[in-house]
């Protein structure tokens, strides 16, 4: 079994920065797909961003302001975000697949294990 719990959300102004990140226990590794997703009330869940090794896809929202990144050694994954606005105002999951797919996937329902979330709101 692997655990996610993500941390670092918070309360932030427009345009400012926060770093989120998901501490992995359990076995994980680099080869497997991490991701970054986002839900805000009344919609559905919203990929974010995701990676597999060197290979990183984000969605057209975050391209330019967010950059998803991992520490191996630390069993840690990040989502930097800058610049942020009223509009990424969400509870944000991290997910880990346990098939090593070349891709990672945009969907949420190929993900094994799943955060319980951290919020980030944005104020304008």
């Known amino acids: 079994q692997v655990q996610l719990v993500e941390s670092g959300g918070g309360l932030v102004q427009a345009g400012g920065s926060l770093r989120l990140s998901c501490a992995a226990s359990?076995?994980?590794?680099?080869?497997?797909?991490m991701g970054w997703f986002r839900q805000a009330p009344g919609k559905e869940r919203e990929f974010v961003a995701a990676?597999?090794?060197?290979?990183?896809i984000y969605a057209d929202s975050a391209k330019g302001r967010f950059t998803i990144s991992r520490d191996n050694a630390k069993n840690t994954v990040y989502l930097q975000m800058s610049s942020l606005k009223p509009e990424d105002t969400a509870l944000y999951y991290c997910?880990?697949?346990?098939?090593?797919?070349?891709?990672?996937?945009?969907?949420?329902?190929?993900?094994?294990?799943w955060g319980e979330g951290t919020q980030v709101t944005v104020s304008s």
């Open positions: 997910a880990a697949d346990k098939t090593q797919r070349v891709i990672p996937s945009q969907s949420p329902a190929p993900y094994d294990y």
């Open positions: 359990g076995r994980t590794f680099s080869s497997n797909p």
């Open positions: 990676m597999r090794g060197g290979i990183t």
